[in-house]
C-alpha cells in the first residue's frame, strides 16, 4: 500500500513563491508516474503536471505553464512542485497521485494512490 504525504502549503501574495511537497512510501517509487492536481471550492479537480518515473519528462497544464516546476527525488521518495509568480486563480488545495505506469496522464481517474491534500492561499 502507498501512501502519499503532501506539505507545503500556506497564504502567499499574488507573485509570490511555494514549494509543496509529497512525500511516498514504498520500495517502487521510481517505477511511479506522479501527478499534482489541485481543487477549489465548487470546481471540479484540475490537472496541474505530471512526472513520469525516471523524471525525464514532465508535462504542464497550459494554465501553469512557465510558472510551475515539477521535479522529483527519487533516493527521497519525494516529488515537488515549485510554483513560482502565483496567482488568486491557483488558490486551491493541491494533491499529489502515484500512478503503476510510465505513462503520465492527465485524467485524476487514472491515478491508483492519493495524497491528503495541501492547502495554497493566494491573496491579491
Known amino acids: 500500500q502507498v501512501q502519499l504525504v503532501e506539505s507545503g502549503g500556506g497564504l502567499v501574495q499574488a507573485g509570490g513563491s511555494l514549494r509543496l511537497s509529497c512525500a511516498a512510501s514504498g520500495r517502487t517509487f521510481s517505477s511511479y508516474a506522479m501527478g499534482w492536481f489541485r481543487q477549489a471550492p465548487g470546481k471540479e479537480r484540475e490537472f496541474v503536471g505530471a512526472?513520469?518515473?525516471?523524471?525525464?519528462?514532465?508535462y504542464y497544464a497550459s494554465s501553469v505553464k512557465g510558472r510551475f516546476t515539477i521535479s522529483r527525488d527519487n533516493a527521497k521518495n519525494t516529488v515537488y512542485l515549485q510554483m513560482n509568480t502565483l496567482k488568486p486563480e491557483d488558490a486551491a488545495a493541491y494533491y499529489c497521485a502515484a500512478k503503476i505506469s510510465t505513462i503520465a496522464t492527465r485524467t485524476a481517474g487514472t491515478y491508483d494512490y492519493w495524497g491528503q491534500g495541501t492547502q495554497v492561499t493566494v491573496s491579491s
Open positions: 512526472i513520469i518515473g525516471s523524471g525525464a519528462n514532465t
